[in-house]
């Protein structure tokens, strides 16, 4: 009898913890991120660039929005409580700019991107490839001013790290190493060397050897 009573004492224990361990891991998931479905004409540069649903999520800490749309159209997308499920790969990045037509000059004629198609059909936006499936947007729709500095910054590499920086002599753009010293590079610890310099917006953008390894 007594071996019984044990045996179900454990039972109670077991049961308990687990409940407990699963709400802890509810309550930090939801604390981590706010999130929720909306059709993407709701949220996407405005109107018209339709792709049935998307998920948004607001980083609690730093209030930055994360956006992720599905791989096919039709998908029937359904919000876990664990993130972690989901396998997800880098698609975009957005700028907002006062002059897209400045703007992509400077990243077609300083960073030679090839403009590709803008999908949203919508005036005042710019796509570029930043290769391997990857894009840059730029928008100029939205006139809120936007505050950044160094430690948000789009990194880009190049096998070619030597004859680059010779390229920014021509435009007469300004680089810097990290600390913000002008024309001079920074060695990172693993030996990679960054220069860092400033789009017409003033976002900031570093260049780095890794492609060069």
């Known amino acids: 009898m007594k071996t019984i009573k044990n045996y179900f004492v454990i039972i109670f224990l077991f049961l308990f913890i687990g409940n407990s361990i699963s709400q802890d891991n509810k309550t930090a998931t939801n604390s981590s991120f706010d999130y929720k479905t909306v059709n993407t004409s709701d949220y996407i ?63 077609k004629e300083v960073l030679q991107l090839k403009e590709i198609t803008n999908r949203t059909k919508m005036e005042g936006i710019r796509w570029f490839s930043i290769g391997e499936g990857k894009e840059l947007h730029l928008v100029s729709i939205l006139k809120e001013p936007v505050t950044t500095n160094k430690a948000v910054h789009l990194a880009l590499t190049t096998a070619k790290f030597d004859a680059f920086i010779k390229t920014l002599d021509s435009p007469n753009v300004i680089y810097s190493d990290w600390p913000g010293t002008p024309n001079k590079i920074t060695m990172r610890a693993d030996g990679i060397r960054q220069i860092f310099f400033q789009d017409p917006d003033g976002y900031w953008i570093e260049v780095n050897s890794v492609g060069s390894k």
Do not use: C, M
């Open 45 to 107: 540069y405005g109107q018209g660039y339709k792709v049935t649903k998307h998920w948004v999520f607001r980083d609690s800490d730093a209030d930055y929005l994360f956006d992720i749309l599905p791989k096919e159209k039709s998908a029937n997308i359904k919000i876990s409580e664990n993130l972690g499920i989901n396998s997800f790969t880098f698609n975009h990045i957005a700028l907002s700019v006062k002059d897209v037509g400045k703007s992509a000059i400077f990243y």
